[in-house]
């Protein structure tokens, strides 16, 4: 993998900020867009700009073609087993809230249970809390062990008989925990569960074969994965999604209306309700060429590399406490001792260095490792070992400011 050519194609990576070369450790956050995406939304918004499937002009006809195409590269990327599987959302947040809105407010009931973990991003968490409150659900968590993995052993503890919905995320967007998301499945579906994967970190990162993990949904967003901001996916079992009800109305997902009742479109159109994000999916579209062209196993490797790397080369440093296991996806968290997150962010933006600091949506996860905050370096198929060796100089005089200082 060519991680120099790569890099030529994303030209926000060429400046300076604050005097010094651009040191983006943030994908986690967002991701960076190649060359090749922003020119296939300029040029959708160029040329074909039009609402889609109702329009029978030229315009509309193409910008239908390159909609509906985004979504049979995503079945593809996914392995789903049909586009009547895949619908395009806002992002994760909102393909979770519509499973948890949708499905679970419909089936669950007193007595019945939801599990999840303490390392799910608030997008898997509140959705759930808000469901179980709806319905009268009980909310169980399977318990983290000391490295911030989860046992299968756990599961086969907390998932019983009256457990119907089993959600976890597919990567810990804090710990870099790479969940085995397919053996919980497997747990779940003998329990009678369904099982919900949070994809937000998984997607961008590895091969998501969707039909072999299991999974009964899996969401994730565009903008982790090269793609723009705004646009994400449901995947759904097509049986599930048939049985759901919609949870916006209007415009696009209508079938039949008259003054007293109405009867929705069918999957996947039925979701999407009002003009869809279009020249997000075309963007998405363009960006799951790009990942394909580079080769997603190409890109795991390289990010293992970076990873382990990365590991290396910050235990060097005295005072620094990591989290999260050994064996983990291209992220590391990180507190210097005695310096606040926000404090180490700032010291490295003045290098041009740009990490991520807070509780990085994960609150319950911050008081199980017994931290406020933390920093957060997180890296992608752009990154290469000079971004690490910026990292750590940066860190190096974090530490000989603040111990000036005090």
């Known amino acids: 993998m060519d991680v120099k050519a790569i890099r030529e194609q994303f030209p926000i990576l060429h400046q300076e900020v604050n005097g010094h070369p651009l040191v983006y450790l943030d994908s986690s956050a967002t991701s960076q867009k190649p060359r090749q995406v922003i020119d296939a939304v300029n040029a959708y918004y160029k040329e074909d700009n039009s609402n889609v499937h109702r329009g029978v002009h030229t315009l509309g ?27 395009f959302t806002r992002g994760t947040t909102t393909s ?53 993995t989860v046992s299968l052993a756990d599961v086969r503890e907390t998932v019983t008989e009256n457990t119907k919905v089993v959600a976890i995320t597919h990567v810990s967007n804090v710990l870099g925990t790479i969940n085995p998301v397919k053996e919980i499945a497997d747990i779940a579906h003998q329990h009678g569960a369904i099982m919900v994967v949070d994809g937000a970190q998984g997607a961008p990162h590895m091969e998501v074969d969707v039909q072999d993990l299991g999974c009964d949904f899996y969401t994730f967003s565009g903008h982790k994965m090269c793609a723009p901001t705004g646009i994400g996916v449901l995947y759904g079992k097509q049986k599930l999604l048939e049985d759901m009800e919609p ?17 929705w479109k069918e999957l996947p159109w039925k979701f999407e309700g009002g003009t869809p994000i279009i020249a997000g999916a075309v963007g998405l579209g363009a960006a799951i060429d790009f990942l394909n062209d580079v080769g997603m196993d190409n890109i795991i490797d390289h990010e293992q590399r970076l990873a382990d790397y990365t590991m290396e080369k910050l235990r060097t440093i005295d005072g620094i ?6 064996e983990r996806a291209a992220l590391v968290t990180f507190n210097l001792d005695d310096v606040h997150p926000h404090d180490t962010a ?5 290098e041009g260095i740009a990490v991520r600091a807070g509780h990085h949506c994960a609150q319950p996860l911050m008081k199980w490792l017994d931290v406020t905050a933390t920093a957060r370096a997180s890296f992608y198929l752009y990154n290469n070992e000079e971004d690490v060796d910026r990292l750590v100089d940066g860190l190096l005089k974090t530490k000989e400011y603040f111990g000036d200082v005090f």
């Open 61 to 87: 006809s193409r910008a239908t073609d390159q909609y509906e195409g985004a979504r049979e590269k995503v079945r593809r990327f996914i392995n789903a087993a049909s586009t009547a599987e895949v619908i």
């Open 321 to 326: 406490s990591i989290y999260g296991p050994e």
């Open 96 to 148: 979770l809230n519509t499973v948890a809105y949708s499905y679970a407010r419909a089936n669950l009931k007193a007595g019945d249970e939801i599990v999840i973990t303490p390392m799910e991003h608030h997008s898997n968490l509140i959705p759930w809390q808000q469901a179980a409150k709806a319905t009268g659900a009980t909310l169980k968590y399977v318990s983290l062990q000391r490295d911030g």
């Open 346 to 350: 700032t010291v490295l933006d003045a």
């Open 247 to 263: 949870v916006e109305f209007g415009g696009e997902m209508i079938d039949f209306v008259n003054l007293y009742d109405s009867t």
